[in-house]
């Protein structure tokens, strides 16, 4: 059952009694436990709960009950989203054995959709990164290619879904951490609207920029997990109080074609962009676009090159900020052998963070210190504030926003660990959902000589996630480059450092 079955049809033979919820686990946990040593993209795999899981939804299909839109569909979750009693670190050596007492509001919706989780997948620590290589835990690889990298900092759940572990997972995003590795693993990812989806159980890293959302195989796959986990919350405080759609029904009731569909492709976006084969593929995206009745002209987004600057300091502040809880006093690692609580504190968190979490911890310090408020943060802020006005007002003018989602495809492991500026620089063209708070989409629009996937990213106007999911499932219907899947997808095994 680990085959190339879309979660609306697993769903579908399990409501139907074509199949078991338990039946379908045991495949999907036997893919991931199969791939785990190859691409380290769970931190934990928990066949024991999922199975238990799965015969609870077996036992009420035979009392003649609905589990729900997603029964017996195995989910794969971040290890940034808190699960009831299963182990959450945030792939932190500070966070090691924590094992939460609630689950996010998030997973409580997905399960009461019937979808069962299977592991929590592997991230840089605390969301920290662009390619998981800063998982405290172990790095995560690409199923295209195991020398290189998945993205990040939701690398491990990019290729989860990749690879056929779970067909739904969920990520988290600050500045492109579901749309960048759905890029370079080939798979749609969806960052909603700041406030769609309750933060309720997230572990915050920049918290007015987090952000939870989907990955699949195809855009619908995506609305139906979006159904399912957006709406208000009233435990979150930034959860907007918005009515929801049903994405899944308005994409299935949708025409095939895009007529008075206007798409706007930001000219900085394609200038920015080095990669020719990037630039080729995103280019021949747009043809399908206006072949299938969009209108398409371009538009200027000019606050662009300093997206990532702005980000940096506005994320490194609310890290530092958010960070300072891990103190070693109330939960997480505590060293030992110290003589007070200053030298504890200092030592647990030495010992608990990570290099980049350190970094940015530092950053965000500076930004916020006396003399530097002012001169940095507070300029960053109002340097959003601009950003959001030209976003608005580009997508007061088109329904969508289209360009590459990264400059750049998967890049090797180690290769920009050593050189920061250039593995912020890969965030280039996905900040800007986050400093704007809209949505926004990847999906899978070419490859590279190399057979490396190239994404697509379709923004659209606050709580239009319809919008975007509309453009993309045109695209896929058209086009198959959501099919493709690696060699480890079918059970192959290629070699290290092989494209799949």
């Known amino acids: 059952m680990a085959d190339e079955s879309s979660a609306r049809e697993i769903a579908r033979r399990v409501r139907e009694g074509e199949v078991t919820a338990a039946s379908v ?5 036997t893919r991931a436990t199969a ?28 009392r003649g009950e609905d589990p729900g839109p997603l029964a017996g569909v195995p989910i794969a979750v971040k290890d940034n989203i808190c699960t ?6 945030a792939a932190s050596r500070i ?21 069962v989780v299977i592991g929590k997948t592997n991230l840089d620590e605390f969301g920290m990164g662009s390619s998981t290589e800063n998982s405290g835990l ?27 572990a779970a067909p739904l997972a969920l990520g988290s995003d600050t500045g492109g951490s579901i749309r960048q590795p759905a890029s370079l693993c080939g798979v749609t990812g969806l960052k909603p609207t700041y406030g769609r989806v309750s933060r309720f159980g997230l572990i915050a890293f920049a918290s007015s920029l987090d952000q939870i959302g989907p990955f699949a195989r195809d855009a619908r796959d995506a609305a139906l997990a979006l159904d399912a986990i957006a709406g208000h919350d009233g435990r979150d405080a930034t959860s907007a109080d918005e009515p929801v759609e049903a994405h899944l029904a308005a994409l299935e009731a949708a025409p095939e074609r895009l007529e008075g569909m206007r798409v706007g492709l930001p000219r900085e976006h394609l200038d920015l962009c080095r990669d020719d084969g990037v630039r080729a593929a ?10 299938l009745g969009a209108t398409v002209r371009e538009v200027s987004l000019p606050l662009t090159p300093h997206g990532i600057a702005c980000y940096q300091v506005i994320s490194t502040a609310e890290a530092s900020s958010n960070l300072a809880r891990y103190d070693g006093v109330h939960y997480g690692h505590r060293a030992e052998g110290t003589e007070n609580i200053v030298e504890m504190m200092s030592a647990s968190r030495s010992e608990g963070f990570g290099a980049e979490v350190k970094r940015r911890i530092m950053l965000g310090t500076f930004v916020l210190s006396s003399g530097y408020y002012d001169a940095y943060y507070l300029r960053a802020q ?16 088109v329904d ?26 890969v965030d280039a063209f996905t900040v800007g959902a986050n400093l704007a708070g809209v949505p926004a989409v990847s999906a899978p629009c070419g490859a590279d000589a190399d057979g490396l996937p190239i994404g697509l990213q379709v923004t659209a106007r606050p709580f239009r996630e319809i919008d975007a999911l509309r453009v993309v499932d045109a695209f896929q219907r058209a086009t198959d480059h959501h099919a493709r899947r690696p060699a480890l997808a079918d059970g192959r095994a290629p070699k290290e450092g092989s494209r799949g």
């Open 25 to 29: 686990i045991d495949a999907h946990l």
């Open 35 to 62: 791939a785990q040593p190859r691409l380290g993209a769970f931190t934990i795999i928990a066949a024991e709960a999922a199975r238990a899981r799965a015969g609870e939804l077996d036992a009420a299909l035979a």
């Open 84 to 89: 009831r009693g299963m182990v959450t670190t």
């Open 95 to 115: 966070l090691a054995g924590f094992a939460p007492p609630y689950s996010a509001t998030v997973v409580e919706r997905l399960e009461a959709a019937g979808a």
């Open 138 to 164: 172990h790095p995560a690889r690409n199923p295209w290619d195991e020398a290189r990298v998945p993205g990040g900092s939701s690398g491990g759940s990019a290729a989860a879904v990749c690879v056929g």
């Open 282 to 291: 995103v280019e021949a995206a747009v043809a399908t676009l206006r072949d």
């Open 382 to 397: 109002r340097v959003r504030s601009l950003i959001r006005r030209e976003t608005l007002a580009a997508l007061d003018e």
């Open 400 to 425: 969508v926003l289209v360009g590459p989602t990264s400059p750049v495809t998967a890049f090797r492991l180690g290769e920009r660990l050593t050189d920061p500026l250039t593995m912020y620089a």
